[in-house]
């Protein structure tokens, strides 16, 4: 098993990336390089920001890329909400969409401030002159 495989939250968004990577499947053809595009590079970059941060050096850089992965996953929230009101999706294949993405950000989230809590991180970053 790869370590970011033991992620919780990075689990969560693959399976978010898989279910996305279905249902829009059904969206119009016309927006195959728009929403389409745009939903799977989301879900994609979310997943993928919890396997590149994990392999950084140190906690700091991990919480960074953390932060990129949150980032993506609210950016799919407002895609969710555009497919919604396009009325693009049936709205019981849309809930699960956004539960699964409200369950991977908790998850991401939980992360990114266990790392500050354990205390891996200092209270102010050094700053060059």
């Given at each position: 098993?790869?370590?970011?495989?033991?992620?919780?939250?990075?689990?969560?968004?693959?399976?978010?990336?898989?279910?996305?990577?279905?249902?829009?499947?059904?969206?119009?053809?016309?927006?195959?390089?728009?929403?389409?595009?745009?939903?799977?590079?989301?879900?994609?970059?979310?997943?993928?920001?919890?396997?590149?941060?994990?392999?950084?050096?140190?906690?700091?850089?991990?919480?960074?890329?953390?932060?990129?992965s949150l980032g993506s996953l609210f950016e799919l929230s407002y895609i969710f909400r555009v497919v919604r009101d396009l009325q693009m999706t049936p709205t019981e294949q849309l809930n699960r969409l956004?539960?699964?993405?409200?369950?991977?950000?908790?998850?991401?989230?939980?992360?990114?401030?266990?790392?500050?809590?354990?205390?891996?991180?200092?209270?102010?970053?050094?700053?060059?002159?």
């Amino acid at each position: 098993m790869v370590p970011y495989e033991r992620i919780k939250a990075w689990e969560k968004c693959h399976e978010l990336l898989l279910a996305l990577y279905q249902v829009s499947k059904q969206w119009p053809r016309e927006e195959t390089y728009g929403l389409i595009a745009q939903a799977r590079r989301a879900a994609f970059s979310a997943a993928a920001n919890i396997v590149e941060g994990s392999a950084k050096q140190g906690p700091r850089e991990f919480r960074r890329f953390l932060d990129f992965s949150l980032g993506s996953l609210f950016e799919l929230s407002y895609i969710f909400r555009v497919v919604r009101d396009l009325q693009m999706t049936p709205t019981e294949q849309l809930n699960r969409l956004e539960s699964l993405r409200e369950s991977a950000g908790k998850l991401t989230w939980r992360r990114y401030e266990s790392i500050k809590k354990k205390g891996l991180l200092s209270q102010t970053p050094h700053r060059p002159d």
